[in-house]
């Protein structure tokens, strides 16, 4: 890859089909299609539910993340940190990606904070349904 212009098209295709795989987590997917989730359940939609396994969307999502991770470290090392850091686009990078684990951090938080009350019998219903005209996030359970 040492045409810029195949360099160029490579990295935009990788981008789109990562904005894809960005787009059908947002759209909660795998809800539509009826793939199940990694620990098999099927307890409702995902948006139904509160800290949910990670989905085969979600997955992958995090392994490419963890690949553009690896992408930015590789490139401090090879250029050393002050080249790096006076780069602004190399800035640019680092906040995206922190941003992306950021989020990947929550979604494990999410997670083992429902586990931790489905242990310790806190928790009724751990994917309780929500009402349908309940706003800001409030998890009524229906009876």
Not at 53 to 82: F, N, R, S
Request: hydrophobic share 45%; glycine share 4%; net charge neutral.
């Amino acid at each position: 890859m040492r045409k810029p212009f195949i360099k160029f098209i490579c990295h935009s295709a990788s981008y789109v089909a990562f904005l894809i795989l960005l787009i059908l987590a947002s759209q909660r997917i795998e809800s539509l299609i009826n793939i199940n989730s990694s620990d098999g359940s099927s307890s409702g939609p995902k948006n139904e539910r509160r800290g949910p396994p990670p989905t085969v969307i979600e997955w992958m999502i995090m392994t490419w993340i963890a690949g553009l991770v690896w992408t930015e470290i590789k490139q401090l090392w090879d250029d050393g940190l002050y080249e790096y850091v006076h780069d602004m686009w190399n800035v640019l990078d680092f906040i995206t990606n922190s941003l992306y684990i950021a989020t990947i951090g929550l979604r494990v938080v999410a997670y083992l904070q429902v586990q931790k009350e489905i242990s310790e019998n806190k928790l009724r219903d751990a994917y309780a349904q929500r009402m349908p005209n309940a706003s800001f996030g409030m998890h009524m359970t229906q009876h």
